[in-house]
């Protein structure tokens, strides 16, 4: 079993770029897939972006395609969220999720673990 914990969240202008990282403990982080998501006020929880175990292999919805990008630092056992041009829109509670198969996926049910959160707001 592997427990998560986010942090870097933050109040940010619109624009501005904030890094978010899932650190993972009990186990290697590599040996899993781990997927962002992201619960704004009244909205369902959506996918934002992953990384595949194995081969590192990345995934994104389109609305972040190009701004955001997710990447595994195997040394320190964590998975970050660097996150460029943020909009107001971006606002919402964002939440790392590990998975043991290779496969990148955008349903949350895919995932048996989660971490607790971590705000992101960004002012206009």
């Known amino acids: 079993q592997v427990q998560l914990v986010e942090s870097g969240g933050g109040l940010v202008q619109v624009g501005e770029s904030l890094t978010l990282s899932c650190a993972a403990s009990?186990?290697?982080?590599?040996?899993?897939?781990v997927a962002w998501f992201r619960q704004a006020p009244g909205k369902e929880r959506e996918f934002v972006a992953a990384?595949?175990?194995?081969?590192?292999?990345?995934g994104y919805t389109n609305f972040v395609k190009g701004r955001f990008t997710v990447s595994r630092d195997n040394a320190k056992n964590t998975v970050a969220l660097q996150m460029n041009s943020l909009k107001p829109e971006d606002t919402a509670v964002y939440y790392c999720?590990?998975?043991?198969?290779?496969?990148?996926?955008?349903?949350?049910?895919?995932?048996?673990?989660w971490g607790q959160g971590t705000q992101v707001t960004v002012s206009s």
């Open positions: 990384i595949r175990r194995g081969d590192d292999s990345t």
């Open positions: 999720a590990a998975q043991a198969i290779s496969r990148i996926s955008s349903y949350s049910r895919h995932y048996d673990y």
């Open positions: 009990g186990r290697t982080f590599s040996s899993y897939t």
